[in-house]
């Protein structure tokens, strides 16, 4: 069932499309058809959509910069209850939520990627996310069984980019680990399965 | 479980005020499955995924092109993933996927615009 588009963010990338997309054309593949949208446009859209509360939404960090541009991480909670990592580029919004933000972790994070859905496919492979305050090191373990450590901003915010040459041989991270203070292990996270070949 | 996550996704949809169409559940999703939506078309394109989960846990959403590659893939630990995507101009369609080491209930919807001056396919 289609609704009418009545979101003003959503109207204004409708017709943003619209102008850029040269309609009638069967585009079998993405590309930079489009100028990129402001970080504001798609928080807004997420705002709508996940139910968030506005006036709660925090910035804890701006990290990143070209070619992959500015990633703006965000959290806040939802009206209804639970919270959300948010996580910002120029062209696209990827956002996890849960009952509670580190309810079973002591991370919240989203991993965003282009290029799957094999390991050997993937092009572009980025963890981002918010830290619990007890969280005082991170550490990405890829799955060639190598670490890596995470910066943590002032806001315990991160952003993880996977090295292009792992990623053409096939490594990608395969658990997140938290440390705290003293470097006592407090958290593990497995990432999950990709699918098979 | 499978109401929770239903009447998670009316929220969502109610809250945007836009296109929104579940494309796969409530049903269960056992580790490694996935469900799909139709491609979009010239005149309606998927721009926002979303999978909605019964317990806290991994989910996967992406958009796969014609030959099967995965675009603007988000993965996430919790009960919801939402990935919203505006180069949209491309030929998709919506895909979500259990990436954890259980099964659980899913709801995955997909957000659309309408392209007002579109030629249909």
Redesign the interface.
């Known amino acids: 069932?289609?609704?009418?588009?009545?979101?003003p963010a959503?109207a204004t990338?409708?017709a943003t499309?619209?102008v850029?997309?040269g309609?009638?054309?069967?585009?079998?593949?993405?590309?930079?058809?489009?100028p990129?949208?402001a970080h504001d446009?798609?928080t807004e859209?997420?705002i709508?959509?996940?139910?968030l509360d506005e006036a709660k939404l925090e910035r804890r960090a701006a990290i990143g910069s070209k070619p992959h541009g500015r990633h703006s991480i965000y959290i806040a909670p939802k009206k209804?209850g639970?919270a959300?990592?948010l996580v910002v580029t120029d062209?696209?919004?990827?956002?996890?939520?849960?009952?509670v933000l580190f309810?079973?972790?002591d991370v919240?994070?989203?991993?965003?990627?282009?290029?799957?859905?094999t390991a050997r496919?993937t092009t572009e492979l980025r963890l981002a996310g918010v830290a619990s305050p007890r969280v005082r090191s991170l550490e990405v373990e890829l799955s060639n069984g190598l670490r890596a450590q995470v910066p943590l901003t002032a806001g315990n915010a991160f952003l993880y980019e996977a090295a292009v040459s792992d990623l053409r041989d096939g490594v990608v991270p395969a658990a997140l680990h938290a440390f705290k203070g003293g470097g006592r292990q407090i958290d593990t996270?497995?990432?999950?399965?990709?699918?098979?070949a | 479980m499978g109401p929770t996550v239903a009447i998670a996704a009316l929220v969502w949809a109610a809250a945007a005020g836009a296109t929104v169409t579940r494309y796969y559940g409530p049903a269960v999703l056992v580790p490694g499955a996935g469900g799909g939506s139709a491609y979009d078309t010239p005149c309606e394109r998927w721009v926002a995924n979303d999978m909605v989960r019964s317990v806290p846990s991994l989910g996967t959403v992406a958009f796969v092109d014609l030959w099967g590659g995965w675009h603007d893939t988000l993965k996430s630990w919790g009960t919801e993933t939402l990935q919203i995507a505006s180069r949209t101009i491309w030929t998709k369609k919506a895909h979500c996927y259990n990436s954890w080491s259980a099964a659980y209930w899913a709801n995955c919807s997909r957000g659309s615009v309408f392209i007002n001056t579109c030629t249909p396919a």
């Open positions: 069932v289609h609704a009418g588009v009545t979101r959503l990338l409708t499309l619209v850029a997309s309609c009638g054309s069967l585009a079998t593949a993405p590309g930079p058809e489009r990129q949208a446009e798609l859209q997420a709508a959509r996940l139910g209804g639970g959300c990592v062209d696209r919004l990827g956002a996890g939520c849960n009952p309810g079973e972790h919240a994070f989203v991993e965003s990627s282009q290029g799957g859905p496919a996270i497995p990432l999950g399965s990709v699918p098979p």
